[in-house]
């Protein structure tokens, strides 16, 4: 009875939804019951189908331990709705399935859900000024640059230890970034690394990136408090007094100095009612309708944790700023509650923990269309932001970083030289997945390896050279790029191999040593 992993990408609460279907098919025992003197064959009660269905979901990866026996109930009455399962009777399509001893049995088929087929968004992208672009007014074209081709010998030049002429070069004149211009840029880099971390070849299943608001990344990442949380400049978004007041209560129990109410038995869970109602008639999810693929994505990250904090760190960049704020203050207060001892018990039937998730992941995460999943994907949710909302809720340094240096790129004069750049269009900037030191230095060590041993067959076999200056150039490769050096000639025999000693003349027999006896020979 095992629950595959199902990774991110398009459709995956319909993906989770085909897969628990066919497990549940195909996995849950049946045997024969009898019910009023009758016998039915390969069937199951309700009680059983939620004691083994409970357990599945409980023991899968894609759901997770948080998983209760209501939830299970929940998704069954689904499953009765949408004839994956159907009465002893054959009667389906409404979801009055309880936790009982009635009977139910599955259909002759099932039918899985088909994926939806949605338009492809199109998307306006700004174009970036280049370098090449001039001033307007302005021409370069008369400015006289001869193109250089960049062959191995050059390339050895502008890397040896000798330094020869600098080459002639000119300015670039750059054009002034609009604030259209910054916040296009703001929007494409905070996609492209999403996109990357989840590892897809297109966001546009995922979410549509017209409706990506580039201003709302902008505020998220700079409009915020030492705590990190977002200040809003509409101060009629804010959370209404009462129920701010009310969280602070609750989040800081039992120092609530400041409050002026009387304290009563049973204050604490009219405390938590109020906040609870307020954000239950939400017109929106805090992570909003048009976000939701994106959000259940990332919900197949949850094994790499860091990858999925990663991710989610982006997602949250893309609210608008009053939902973010609201987002942050209920993740800090939920968490406040689950730790504090002190904390009386809210509700007579759940655990604090059990009760945060299921009282406030409908208002974090839901889907405008029904969704069969809806329920068990935001309680998984609810309750990793819940582990992890320090590090989610943070704007991530990297990406932040990385845009910063690349406005402050396209904003700098450069100073071209002739075949530095070959004139090649540069694609926009991409994030890679993040390697290990040792994977690092091994990558720094031997990527450059190919150009740098094909430059050295290119001066051990360059018959212009003479053996003088043939070994002085080797000399110096050796100087500087010792491993690729060692990699070619590993001993000091393969080197000799290339300049062999000249084979030395025998010594000629001297005439007079032939005309002339030894000593010995003679009497």
């Known amino acids: 009875m095992e629950h595959r992993i199902v990774g991110p990408g398009p459709y995956r609460a319909t993906r989770l939804w085909n897969e628990t279907v066919e497990l549940f098919r195909t996995k849950m025992p049946l045997r024969k019951h009898r019910c009023r003197f009758k016998s039915y064959e390969r069937c199951f009660t309700a009680a059983e189908a939620v004691d083994w269905l409970h357990e599945l979901l409980r023991r899968s990866q894609n759901f997770g331990p948080e998983v209760t026996r209501k939830q299970t109930v929940q998704l069954l009455k689904k499953f009765l709705k949408n004839h994956v399962i159907e009465d002893i009777k054959g009667k389906w399509g409404q979801e009055d399935f309880e936790d009982n001893r009635h009977l139910y049995r599955f259909p002759p088929s099932s039918p899985l859900r088909p994926y939806p087929k949605r338009p492809p968004y199109q998307k306006d992208v700004i174009k970036f000024p280049e ?19 960049m ?18 070069c000119r300015l670039v004149h750059r054009r002034q970034l609009t604030e259209a211009n910054v916040e296009e840029l703001w929007k494409t880099m905070t996609l492209s690394y999403l996109q990357k971390i989840l590892g897809l070849d297109s966001l546009e299943e995922v979410l549509d990136v017209n409706l990506v608001n580039s201003k709302f990344i902008i505020h998220n990442v700079y409009s915020v408090s030492n705590q990190g949380v977002v200040i809003l400049d509409d101060k009629s978004k804010e959370l209404p007094h009462w129920v701010l007041s009310a969280m602070k209560c609750l989040a800081n129990w039992p120092n609530c100095s400041d409050l002026k109410q009387p304290m009563y038995l049973g204050f604490e869970k009219d405390v938590f009612k109020t906040i609870a109602d307020y954000y239950g008639h939400l017109k929106e999810p805090l992570l909003t309708f048009h976000l939701f693929d994106a959000f259940v994505s990332v919900l197949g990250l949850l094994q790499k944790e ?13 609210l608008p700023p009053e939902n973010r704020r609201k987002l942050q203050l209920l993740m800090r207060m939920m968490a406040r509650i689950c730790l504090n001892k002190e904390m009386p018990p809210l509700c007579d039937g759940f655990g604090t923990r059990t009760l945060m998730v299921q009282t406030f992941s409908h208002c974090i995460l839901c889907s405008k269309d029904e969704v069969d999943l809806d329920d068990l994907l935001a309680a998984r949710l ?27 790129h396209l904003r700098r004069v450069q100073i071209k030289y002739p075949g530095a750049d070959m004139d090649i269009t540069l694609s926009a900037p991409s994030f890679c997945r993040q390697i290990s030191p040792e994977e690092f230095e091994y990558q720094r060590v031997y990527g450059s390896q190919e ?38 000639f590993p001993t000091p025999e393969s080197e000799a191999l290339l300049f062999p000693e000249k084979p030395k003349a025998k010594p000629q027999l001297l005439m007079w040593a032939l005309k002339t006896p030894s000593n010995h020979f003679k009497d």
């Open 382 to 408: 609810v309750t990793f932001l819940m582990d992890n909302y320090q590090e989610i809720l943070k704007v991530p340094l990297a990406l932040q970083t990385s845009i910063e240096e690349r406005v402050a």
């Open 131 to 149: 370098w090449d672009d001039p001033l307007p007014g302005t021409s370069q074209e008369n400015i006289p640059v001869r193109p250089v081709v």
């Open 306 to 318: 860091k990858m999925a904090i990663e991710a989610f760190q982006v997602c949250c960049l893309l």
């Open 151 to 168: 062959n191995s010998e050059m390339w050895y030049k502008r890397h040896s230890i000798a330094i020869g002429e600098v080459p002639a």
């Open 451 to 488: 150009p740098l041993a094909a430059l050295l067959e290119e001066v051990i076999t360059d018959t212009k050279l003479s053996s003088k200056e043939k070994k002085k150039k080797l000399k110096q490769f050796q100087k500087s790029y010792p491993e690729v050096y060692q990699e070619r």
